[in-house]
């Protein structure tokens, strides 16, 4: 046998040692009649030879092996998938988890928060958290079409929960016109709040249908004719009432003449991170996928593997 073929036993039998009879470096240095370094080298060596394959028999393992895929297909920055056992709770909850990440980071950032189920069950997850150094900026209006505070607003639950700044919109999702979409917007005050979220370094987005029970419409923001003339030239979803087609495109005209909210921000400069999970998701979170809308995703496993089909 060659030198290295012998190098090569050695790596083999040092890994097999740790990785199978699980045993410390230590030990594997007294049984090999080697010193503990040479033990962690010869470890080492297995692993970047490619003696050693690893194999990680649970649920969480396919998740992180299809949010590699979709961060491949998509191009996206990031990319969480939840096991498909409990996907709403799942969702929630990792939603959840990176929105406080982001919140107890030391550094002062501007995170944008947009609005829907998913992200207020989220919200509804999240401990006290102190970080007076952020501010939190809403980038859907917080005014119902009755003129009482929007249900699925988040920021005004978030507020409660942290030390943050917070920054409310205080406009509808959709105006009544796009006369006075105009007004609002080019108010003084409105104009700072929206260029603020467009400087977010996060921005955490829900992705609503525009089928059979569309946010937009159960909310009362749009009407029947008005959907179904979103859906007649090809809208599939909608982010913060922005709605797209299918190829991730807004929509010209319509009700999009109309939307107050702040405009999705710049996914060159700000990490977009949408939230949603289901089948009857699955078109919208595909147009955003591929417009670009959205630069980060957190789903669940089922929806995920939908995505990758696609």
């Known amino acids: 046998m060659s030198n290295q073929g012998r190098k090569l036993e050695q790596a083999a039998k040092a890994a097999w040692l740790s990785y199978v009879a699980g045993k410390t470096q230590d030990e594997i240095a007294g049984i090999m009649g080697i010193s503990r370094q040479t033990a962690q080298r010869l470890v080492a060596q297995a692993m970047a030879e490619g003696i050693v394959k690893i194999r990680i028999d649970h649920p969480f393992a396919h998740c992180m092996d299809l ?42 950032m501007t995170m944008a928060i947009g609005t829907g189920r998913t992200l207020r069950s989220a919200i509804a997850q999240l401990p006290h958290i102190d970080c007076p150094q952020h501010r939190i900026v809403s980038l859907t209006g917080n005014i119902a079409p009755d003129g009482s505070t929007a249900y699925y607003n988040v920021l005004f639950t978030l507020s409660d ?6 920054f409310p919109l205080p406009l509808p999702v959709i105006a009544p016109s796009m006369r006075e979409r105009q007004a609002v917007n080019s108010q003084p005050s409105i104009e700072r709040l929206i260029r603020m979220s467009a400087e977010a370094a996060v921005a955490f987005v829900g992705i609503g249908t525009l089928g059979a029970g569309a946010p937009l419409m159960l909310d009362g923001f749009l009407s029947q004719p008005e959907l179904d003339a979103l859906v007649a030239v090809g809208a599939v979803g909608e982010i913060t009432g922005w709605a797209y087609d299918a190829q991730g495109m807004l929509v010209p005209g319509l009700s999009n003449d109309r939307v107050a909210s702040a405009p999705i921000p710049p996914r060159e400069t700000t990490l977009v991170i949408g939230a949603a999970h289901g089948a009857e998701k699955v078109p919208a979170i595909r147009g955003a996928l591929r417009g670009g809308l959205i630069s980060g995703l957190i789903t669940d496993a089922a929806t995920g593997a939908a995505l990758l089909e696609g």
């Open 161 to 166: 929960l942290v030390s943050a700044r917070s």
């Open 67 to 108: 949010a590699a895929e979709l961060q491949r297909k998509y191009r996206l920055a990031f990319c969480q998938i939840a096991p498909s056992d409990a996907p709403e709770a799942g969702v929630a909850l990792m939603l959840a988890d990176v929105i406080e990440q982001w919140l107890r980071r030391a550094e002062p």
